[in-house]
């Protein structure tokens, strides 16, 4: 039986795509290998979001290839939005990968790869090393995966996709570029893929899309799905990545709110404080529009964990800009925050329109000084929980800490937990926990009743 491996880079979407690519790969009768060193397939999945993470994945690919030389029938595989986005001129680059396949395409994976291994066969015409012969980029606005259920590794946590794709165009953005346009899964889909992830043993279900609140099918909306999921038996926390902040209506707070089962957390993309760059950024919302939206949801969700992400340098970002992210910070006190410096992506619209003249170093700079102040109001934020007494689903073994364990709160905040004497709590168990102490990113506490 062939051996393939995959490795994952990127979102929970990418996530939960590896586990799809699993699945095709084992009806047509693959099997997991223990490594790289062990597979006759490696499937690298990929993101183009920032610069780095293009960077990062051109040089594992380069390092994989090496592996090539010891085992000759090895085919290497780059997989997602990397190759989607860059498309036949990334491809050129890397002449020891096989086979270059963008989302659309996953379902065609094993006809691919027969196809591949035909092409390089000796005395074939066409041979491998032809860009254009190893491009699987279509385009498919059909294509949801709904009937291929995911293989996932043992856990507390399922990754349900509900919709791919995102229609936003973010003028910074490379997902649309990468993932294509947006489509939604059925309900009754989602409603099917969250109950057998119930009935394999998971505890947790997370919804994913790029845009996951725009979901919408056969006149339903994101709220009526909430409304149907929250009551599913054997589900302990569901939660939901990413949404967008335009997508809130008092409803869907009102939704969130009623239902035990559902988070308490809001992941709010804010990007940026200032409203000249929000509107350059197309982001659809003004600073006082996502201000009232955080009143909103710590009124009607309360206890509610509320973090972000934030982009530090964006064309034309003046320090007015700049501070003006920095005071709603102050104002919102994010629990936790990711950070990044902007690099252009290809073929967005601030790549073609807009002059990147933010300096490398005041980027960098900013990016620190954000860096430090959300440190501090995590800190603060996490401190102020010390004393309380949370149920924390466990996930777990704490890495290098004894029988301590790990899991998390409803509100998503990752705790550490010493049991108490004589209990050995099991991944999927809810446990009630003190809390004792606790850092900017994690609160510890011990195991009660």
Not at 357 to 383: C, M, N, T, W, Y
């Amino acid at each position: 039986m062939p051996r393939y491996c995959i490795e994952t880079y990127g979102c929970q979407m990418n996530v939960a795509d590896s586990e799809l690519l699993a699945a095709i790969l084992a009806r047509a009768g693959w099997a997991a290998a223990g490594g790289p060193i062990d597979a006759d397939l490696i499937i690298v999945n990929t993101c183009s979001v920032r610069e780095r993470a293009v960077e990062r994945v051109t040089g594992r690919v380069r390092t994989l290839a090496s592996l090539k030389a010891h085992h000759p029938g090895l085919r290497i595989v780059l997989a997602g939005c990397v190759p989607q986005h860059l498309g036949a001129q990334f491809a050129a680059l890397l002449p020891d990968v096989d086979l270059f396949i963008g989302p659309d395409a996953y379902r065609r994976l094993p006809e691919l790869l027969a196809e591949a291994a035909a092409q390089a066969a000796p005395g074939h015409a066409a041979g491998a090393s032809d860009p254009a012969g190893r491009l699987a980029l279509e385009r498919d606005r059909q294509e949801t995966y709904a009937d291929i259920p995911p293989l996932r590794r043992r856990g507390v946590n399922a990754w349900v996709t509900i919709m791919r794709g995102c229609d936003r165009f973010c003028t910074y953005c490379a997902v649309p570029f990468g993932r294509g346009r947006e489509r939604s899964l059925p309900g009754g889909a989602v409603l099917t893929a969250v109950r057998q992830a119930v009935d394999e043993g998971f505890r947790a279900v997370t919804l994913l899309g790029q845009a996951v609140t725009s979901w919408q099918a056969a006149g339903h909306d994101f709220a009526w799905l909430i409304d149907q999921l929250a009551l599913v038996p054997g589900l302990v926390h569901l939660r939901f990545l990413a949404p967008h902040p335009t997508d809130f209506s008092p409803r869907l707070l009102e939704t969130v709110a009623r239902h035990a089962v559902v988070a308490r957390h809001l992941h709010l993309p804010l990007q940026s404080g200032s409203d000249r760059i929000l509107a350059a950024m197309r982001r659809g919302y003004t600073r006082d529009e996502y201000l009232a939206l955080v009143r909103d949801a710590r009124r009607l969700i309360p206890g509610v964990s509320i973090t972000t992400d934030l982009l530090l340098g964006f064309p034309g970002e003046t320090q007015n800009d700049y501070q003006q992210t920095l005071d709603l910070m102050d104002e919102v006190r994010f629990d936790s925050a990711f950070m990044f410096a902007y690099s252009p992506r290809a073929h967005t619209y601030a790549a073609r329109m807009l002059p990147d003249d933010v300096p490398a170093e005041v980027k960098q700079q900013r990016l620190s000084q954000v860096i430090e102040r959300q440190e501090r109001h995590s800190g603060e934020r996490f401190a102020a929980l010390v004393g309380t007494r949370r149920p924390v689903l466990v996930e777990g073994r704490a890495r290098h800490a004894g029988r301590q364990c790990f899991g998390r709160c409803l509100d998503f905040r990752p705790v550490v937990i010493t049991p108490a004497a004589g209990a050995e709590p099991s991944p999927g168990d809810v446990v009630e926990v003190e809390i004792t102490r606790t850092t900017s990113h994690t609160l510890t506490g011990r195991q009660v009743g």
